[in-house]
Every structure is written in C-alpha cells, then in structure tokens.
C-alpha cells in the first residue's frame, strides 16, 4: 500500500511544516526543511526537494501564502507564510493528531489490571 | 470545497507554465545558495559546500517533475499540448483548414437548418391536448377525397358514433367589421360550441363557448386569438363583456384564446365564432360545408374508429338515398391535414441535406487521410522515441475535434441565418397556413440532432486515421518516407470514398433534374385562359343594401361599367370563385330526358357574369355565352366546358340539352347555350372536372370575385380599379387585390414545386462540387506518387499521348463507376419520391443521360489538370528529385 503510505507521510510532513510556520513564523522552504530535520533530533532524514509539492499543496488549499522576501543574509528567498485558515486548520490537526496518537499509545501501552 | 479551490488552482496552472516553471527554478536555486552558505559557514571547501547541498535537495529533475504534476492536471497538460500542436498544424496549413473546416459547416449549416423544419412541421407535437388522439373527420365521395359534412350529417355522425369522446365542426369564414380602416374583412371561423373542448385548449381569459350557445337561437358569442386581441383591442383585460357588431350583426366577446394556439385549416382567423346555424344550407343533407374534428375514446384505433363511422354513413345512405348516394367516411390523424402536403417535400429536402452532409464528411475524412500520409514519418518517429499508440490516436480524436467544433459552430450560426432566409422566402399566404413556422430556431431538439451530426461527424474523422495508424509499422514509416505501397493503400481506400461521393452527388442530381423537369412541365400546363394582365379582387357588399337579388345584379352592372370606363382597361367580369383556386363548390346534375338510377353526376358549378369568358380569353368552341340581359326574367341558361361536354355528351350536340337537380324540380332546369374550352378551375397539377357555369344576373351575390383584364401594366392598375370600385359605395369591402400571373405564380402547388428544385438543386450543385473536388484530390495525389514512374516511363519513351491515357483511364474509371452506381441508386431514391414529380417517370431517360454527361464531364474536367501536370513532367527532374 505505497499510496496510502505517502498519503499519511506527506499528511504528516504538512502538519509538520504548518507547526513549523506556527512557530517561527514566516519562512523559507530551506528553512523549513532544516527545522523539520531539527526538531525531529536528525532522527528523520528527508530530501529537501520532497517539501516543495508539499508547499505547492498547501498552498494552493489555502493555509498558507507565498512571497518572495530577502533572508537575514541577504538572499533573494521565497517566504511561506500561515494564513488565519491555515491556523484553524492547524488547530484541528493538531487536536486529531493528539486523540489519534492518544488513541494508538493506550494499545501499546503496558496493560494494567483490569478492575 | 477546499479541494475544489485546490484543483480550480491546478486547472489554473495548466495555462501558466512558463511562470511557474521560472518561479520553481528560482525558488531551488535561492534553496541551494542558503544551503550552501549554511554549509560554507560551517567550515566546508565551497566545492563541497555545494556539493553536500545538491545532495541533500535530492535530485533536481525528480522535485521539478513532482511539483510540475502537483502544480498542475497531469491529463489536462498533456491533452493542451496535444491541442496546442493541433492549431499549430492547422494554422501551418490553412489551406486544409479552410477548406475542412467550410465543408463541415456547409454541411452541418444544411441539415441542422432543414432540421429544424422538420422539427417544427412534423417532431413537435400540436399545441392541443394529446394531439395524437385528434382526427379529422370528413365525408368522402368518388371524386372528392375530402368532401366537407352537411349539417345534418354532421349531427347525425355525432349521435350514433360510439367511438369518440366528442366530436365537433368548424368552418372558415371572413366577417366584415367597421373598423378606422373602413369596412374590413377579418378572417374568422364559426365553430361548434365544444371545438375547444375537444381540441383540449381553454382560453387564455374569459371562459370558453358553453354547451348549446351554437344553436341558432342562442346569443351570438366571439373568442378573439390572442394576435386580435393584442392588435385590435391593446390586450386589454375588459375586453371580456364588451359588444362588437359583425356583418351587421352584433357579438358579445366571451373569450380570448392563447397565444401558443394556432390552428393552420383556418390560417389567421382572428374571431372564433359559434355555428348558430340559420336555415338555407344547414337544413339540407347535400349542402356541404362543414369540417370535423373528433377526438378517438381512449383504446380505440383509427381502423376502429373508421369502421364506425362509415357503418353510420352507409346506414345514412340506406336512409336518404337521395342526398347520402355514395358519401362515405374519411377519418386521418388531424396533423396529417395541416402537414400532409409539406410532409413529403421536408422529407426529400432533409435526406437532400443528409447527402449533402455524408459527401462533406467524405471529402473532410479523405482530406485526412492524405494529411496522415504526409505525416507518417512524424508518426513513426514519435512512435519509435515511445509514444504510445494511445496518444497517438488522441492526437488525431484531438484534430478531428477542433476541425468539427469549429466546422459546426459555424455551422450553427448559418443554418439559423438560413433558417430565417429560407422562411422569408415563404409567401406571406402559405405562411398564413403554417403557423407552426412561428416556432422555428434552434431549440432543444434541433441542438440534439447538431450534436448527434458533430459527434458522427467526429467518429468518422478520428476512426479514419485511426483506422490506418493501426498497422502503421514504425519501420516502414520511417524508410518509406513519402512514397511506396502505403500511399497505394491510401489510393485504394481514397478511390472507395471518391466513387461514394460521385454515386451521392448522381442521385442528387438526378433528384433536382427531375424535380426540375416537373416543374418545368407544371408551367408548361395550360391554364385555358390568359393569365397575363389580368387583375383579380374580391369584393363584398353590404347584405343590408345588397341582399335583394336585383340590388345585386345592379351593383354587379355598375361594377363593370365602371371599371371597363377606366383607361387601360380592355374588359371586365365576375365570378364566385376565380380558376386556379379549387375543385369544389359542386353541384348534383340529372339531364332532362335521360334514365337515371339515383348516381350523382357531381360537377363544379360557378356564377359568372357575361363577359367572363371574354376577359380571361377562354375560346367559346360551341353555341353562344350569356348576354347581360338574361336575368331572372329569362328561362335559366348555362355554359358548359368540354370536360362536362366529353363526359355526358360524346357524340352527341349538348346545345339546347337541359339539365336540373336530383330532383328536375322545374325551378331547377337550367339549357345549355354554349361550351367553352376547359379553364382550369383547381391547380395547375389538378385534373380537370366538368363544369357549368350559370349567369350571375340569374343567380346573384354580393360576395365574389373581380375580374379585370388590361392592356399593359396590370399591376400600377390594381389601386385605380380598387378606388373606382369603393366610389361606388364606399362600404364594400375589398380584399385579395393581386393580379392572375402572381395567383398562379405564389399558388402552393407552384411554390412548394419550385422552392424545393432550387432547394434540391442548389443541394445537388454542391454536391457535385465537392464530388469532383474529391475526384480531383484523388488523381492529383496518385499523380504525385506516380512522378517517378511517369518520369521513367517518359525516358524510355513513352507519349505523352500515353501518359494522358493512362491517368484519364484511371480517372474515368472511378467517374463510370460511381455514375453507375450513382444511376442505380438515383432510380430507387426517385420511385421513392414519385408523389412529389409531375408529368415526369423516375427513370426520366433524358435527365439520367443530361446528368451522367453533367457528372461525367465535370469529372473529366477535374481529372485533366492532374494529367495534364503528369503528361509534362520532366524525365531528368523526376529521377533526380528521389
């Protein structure tokens, strides 16, 4: 099940770059790229060129909006940034990601005694 | 909703390529630079740096490849470019372009416009309730198909049928009504109270005429159409109530009916009226002058529903010999009266049309082909570098589609311009007995029949390609280039479609040959009179002043005097009904003095004055006409015409014979004192009956016609005669002012016969056009592949007596064959149209042998310009230029 696989990777890697916008506020995709590889402690070893369609995505569904800026070293870089939609939306995945994976660490978690 | 956005956005992207691929790129490349001054700084060799950084992206060409289908529809992207290859081929050749692109529309514009004819006569329904179920119910006797009810018959049809829901009569009649303009006639008719009812139509405002209010005591009620309504009366609503006074009699004005309503037996009429039968002719059972409509009780059949009526006048028969000999029963869908006569012509015209279509197709599909030759090494290319077959044919569904959309938008656009054209053509007359005409246009139907041409139409010009990309071997394709054994194939199959198109454009000539020589024949008909300079009009006086018989035969002596006072005018006369309209108005003759078994001998009887025989230049073969002074003082005298004089008197003088009614009631007997040769009294294309004519100072009107025959210019007369005419009293009412040549000329017979050749032949023109096109297309093309062999041959010596031989035979083949073919199929397709030709067999030697020279020696023609270009060709060049 290829698909359904990249399905929730690249449903995974949105969130993960909406939570990234959320934070650090406007950004470019490299930058993006570098704190998703941060945060996850270099434990997730992805190729920066999988985020841009993940970008167009997001981007073309409303969450967030493209420009082209000059980063802190004075490249020419395009900025990402949340829309107020993109926020909510942000919102609700989150709160779904918290319950889903709630939900998934009680079966894994050590079985106590029922009463 | 979020996903439709986002897909709006990708369909967006489909259009703005460049843009976003430029944007991409930059994007990238800004990602690298930040990555590798990251890199830098951390301490690597700028090498490196960079190096590490392409890593890290990914590769380039992967990235851009999945943005690029996330950006856009990866199906759409590719049929656009498919489409914007197409219009670039097409604009790089606009030749072709034009030429398929015009060929679709002529033919799509044709057929949808005639269509649309069809649609309206014979596809949409009547605007009655369930109009299927409606008939027409009429008396019918050995000489008249048709022959209209008696009063009496009609109720007696009414009480004892068991197969209808309800049946009604109607009559047309024109009224005379005080209006700003002066006396005008108004066209009306007088039905029986349930008409309405039983067509299933209420009236739009007011109320509907209600049982018994036509019997002739009752009140006098008037429906107005929703047109006199609008016209005379501003669409007011209190209309309802009001008076209105009608040939001197007064109305009350119940009704208004819908505006959708029409009913084509009674044209225009404006006021709807009820019957209210007064005496004289309602009372007797052999006055005929009502027409039926029933409607069929549910489940029963139009066999069921004619068996009963005629076993009612059978029974009627039996009953009163006298008047019911011989008068049986006619029923017929009511929609085949009012399309009956137009039915066959629409249909010839359509399947005229659908040729018309079929070879535009074929020319279109050929003109194809040759581009799929010519391309068959850009196709094997593509092939061998891995399109798929797929693609390939979507390519060529592609072109047919733009050629087709395009073809038949322009199609559309002129087959509503000749859908207005072809209307305006119509005389106002007929179209006064069309009203479903009003109709007309591109409605749903109509557009459903384009659809159904366009998306044949494209079958047709993606499978034939298709057809041929199927055995296409890349190999061949690629070495062939231009020339070798599959540009014989295409020969083959194009010489197939070519002979289709011959054999199509044969039978369509054929078609307009023989319509034309119908025609030609129908005017070639002798009228029996001289039609020229001849000014007719009908006149209607006051019944009031008039009514009395000598009033009458005053005013009519007046009438003439003063008319033939006028300059330019050589003579004048009356009549009740003018020639060229109709067989009818007849009546039941028995000769005195002869064995009579109850047979009636029905001839046509009409009223005229004493010089009408001189005016229209009818010859007087026997005895004398009537003086002016044999009025109703005198023993009654009669004309007859040679018809009746064949038929009751071969062999014998008919002078000083007598005749009277079925009864010989004495008041009846009338001497024959002359005959005259037969005038044409119904249409040309009509038989000619047996006829008497009385004189009209012995049997007086004060509603007939005015016959004026002049010396010069008739028409510039026709006001002057009117004037003089109204000096007399101004209250007569005149109508119909037109001149004899233009009666005979806008007659329906004439005009359905002449509109429908031109029609056919400017059909049949194109046809042939495209035909030889087609055939010249052909041989031109096998010219072209046979340049090296012809070069050959020329150097080993060939003539160029030879060379011209052989492509005129290879061209003459084709033409014979497709003329053959073409002569079998013309015979089958005219036995098939016989009802519409006049005078003329299917199987017309004549015209077979003038069209298959016409078709032959256009193709002759077309074939010797190719043959003519191989006959000069140059040995040296042709060898050299492989």
């Not at chain 1, 000059?70 to 995945?93: C, I, M, P």
């Not at chain 2, 209600?210 to 016209?231: C, F, H």
């Not at chain 2, 003018?578 to 007849?586: A, E, I, M, R, S």
């Not at chain 2, 024959?672 to 119904?682: A, H, K, L, P, Y």
Request: with cysteine; aromatic share 8%; proline share 4%.
């Amino acid at each position: 099940m290829v698909s359904a696989k990249t399905e929730i990777w690249q449903g995974t890697l949105a969130l993960m770059i909406l939570k990234t916008l959320e934070t650090l506020g406007p950004l470019h995709g490299y930058g993006v790229a570098r704190r998703i590889e941060q945060i996850s402690g270099d434990k997730l070893c992805l190729n920066y060129g999988t985020l841009y369609p993940s970008l167009l995505k997001l981007e073309q569904e409303g969450w967030i909006v493209s420009e082209w800026g000059v980063s802190e070293n004075n490249r020419k870089a395009k900025y990402y940034k949340l829309t107020r939609s993109g926020r909510k939306q942000l919102e609700r995945e989150a709160k779904e990601w918290n319950q889903t994976t709630a939900i998934v660490a009680r079966f894994f978690a050590p079985t106590e005694g029922q009463s | 909703m979020r996903q439709l956005r986002a897909w709006l956005m990708r369909l967006k992207g489909v259009f703005l390529k460049d843009g976003r691929e430029r944007d991409l790129a930059e994007e990238l490349e800004s990602h690298l630079q930040l990555h590798i001054d990251d890199n830098i700084r951390a301490g690597m060799s700028p090498q490196e740096a960079r190096r590490v950084a392409l890593i890290k992206l990914g590769g380039l060409e992967q990235t851009k490849e999945a943005y690029r289908d996330r950006a856009t529809i990866p199906l759409v992207e590719s049929v656009v470019q498919d489409l914007r290859f197409t219009l670039r081929q097409l604009r790089k050749n606009p030749a072709f372009t034009i030429a398929a692109t015009a060929m679709v529309a002529l033919g799509i514009g044709a057929s949808v416009a005639i269509f649309a004819f069809v649609d309206v006569a014979l596809i949409k329904p009547l605007p009655y309730h369930n109009p299927s179920r409606l008939v027409y119910v009429t008396e019918t006797t050995p000489q008249v198909p048709r022959a209209a009810l008696s009063y009496p018959d009609y109720l007696d049809w009414k009480k004892f049928n068991t197969v209808f829901d309800s049946m009604d009569v109607y009559n047309q009649r024109g009224f005379v009504v005080s209006t700003s303009a002066g006396m005008e006639m108004i066209d009306g008719a007088r039905v029986s109270a349930g008409f309405f009812r039983t067509l299933g139509v209420s009236p739009l405002l007011g109320r509907d005429f209600s049982a018994g209010e036509d019997l002739p005591e009752a009140p006098r009620t008037l429906i107005l159409s929703y047109a006199a309504w609008q016209k005379r009366f501003g669409g007011k609503q209190e209309i309802i109530g009001r008076p209105i006074t009608l040939d001197e009699t007064p109305y009350n004005i119940v009704g208004v009916l819908p505006s959708d309503f029409h009913f084509a037996p009674v044209e225009n009429a404006e006021f709807w009226t009820t019957l209210n039968p007064g005496g004289g002719c309602f009372l007797r059972r052999s006055c005929h002058s009502l027409n039926g409509i029933a409607r069929l009780k549910d489940g029963v059949s139009l066999q069921a529903a004619f068996a009963d009526v005629t076993r009612i006048a059978r029974d009627l028969e039996a009953q009163y010999p006298d008047s019911n000999r011989n008068q049986g029963a006619r029923l017929e869908p009511l929609a085949s009266l009012i399309v009956g006569d137009v039915k066959p012509i629409l249909l010839l015209l359509l399947a005229g049309a659908g040729l018309l279509l079929l070879i535009a197709c074929i020319n279109v599909a050929s003109l194809l082909l040759v581009r799929y030759e010519t391309r068959k090494r850009e196709l094997a290319v593509r092939r061998a570098l891995g399109a798929t077959r797929a693609r390939l044919i979507r390519q060529f569904v592609i072109e047919a589609l733009v050629i087709v959309v395009v073809g038949s938008l322009a199609g559309l656009l002129s087959s509503q311009w000749a859908m207005y054209l072809l209307k305006g053509l119509i005389p106002t007359d007929m179209l006064a007995g069309m009203p479903y005409l009003n109709d007309l246009g591109l409605n749903s139907r109509v557009l459903i029949f384009a659809m159904a041409v366009v998306g044949f139409a494209t079958a047709l010009f993606s499978l034939t390609p298709v057809f041929r990309l199927a055995n296409l071997d890349v190999r061949e394709g690629m070495a062939e280039g231009e020339r070798g054994t599959a540009g014989k194939v295409w020969s083959r199959i194009g010489s197939k479609l070519v002979i289709v198109e011959l054999a199509t454009a044969m039978v369509l000539l054929v078609g307009a040959g023989l319509l034309g020589k119908s025609f030609y024949r129908l005017l070639q008909v002798d009228a029996g009179f001289e039609t020229k300079h001849l000014i007719t009009m009908h006149v209607r006086a006051p019944l009031s002043a008039y009514g009395d018989d000598d009033k009458a035969v005053a005013l009519g002596r007046r009438l003439v005097t003063k008319i033939k006072g006028l300059p330019g005018v050589t003579s004048a006369a009356l009549a009740d009904t003018l020639p060229l309209t109709f067989n009818g108005n007849t009546d039941w003759i028995r000769f005195v003095g002869r064995a009579y078994n109850g047979e009636h001998n029905e001839v046509n009887e009409r009223a005229v004055s004493s010089d009408y025989f001189a005016t229209l230049q009818a010859k007087l073969l026997r005895g004398r006409t009537f003086t002016d002074s044999e009025d109703k003082t005198k023993p009654k005298v009669v004309v007859i015409n040679q018809a009746l004089a064949r038929k009751y008197f071969s062999g014998e003088d008919p002078i000083g014979q007598r005749f009277g009614d079925i009864d010989v009631d004495p008041k009846s007997i009338k001497e024959i004192i002359g005959v005259v040769s037969d005038i044409r009294e119904g249409p040309l294309d009509s038989e000619i009956w047996p006829a008497y004519y009385d004189a009209f100072n012995q049997s007086p009107d004060t509603s007939y016609s005015v016959v004026v025959r002049t010396s010069q210019a008739d028409e510039s007369l026709i006001p002057t005669v009117a004037d003089a005419i109204r000096a007399i009293d101004s209250r007569i009412n005149i109508s119909s002012q037109t001149t004899m040549a233009a009666r005979a000329n806008n007659a329906p017979t004439v005009y359905l016969r002449r509109s429908s050749t031109w029609l056919v032949a400017g059909f049949a023109a194109v046809a042939l056009l495209l035909g030889v096109v087609g055939l010249y297309g052909v041989i031109a093309y096998s010219v072209s592949q046979r340049t090296r062999e012809i070069g050959v041959r020329i150097a080993l010596g060939a003539q160029r007596r030879t060379v011209y031989r052989l492509i005129l035979k290879e061209a003459g083949a084709l033409a014979l064959t497709g003329i053959v073919i073409g002569t079998g199929c013309a015979i089958v397709v005219a036995s098939l149209m016989r009802k519409l030709l006049f005078g003329t067999a299917p199987w017309d030697l004549t015209t077979l042998i003038c069209v298959a020279a016409v078709l032959g020696g256009s193709a002759l023609l077309a074939s010797f310009l190719p043959a003519r270009r191989a006959a000069t060709v140059d040995p040296m060049s042709a060898l050299r230029a492989e």
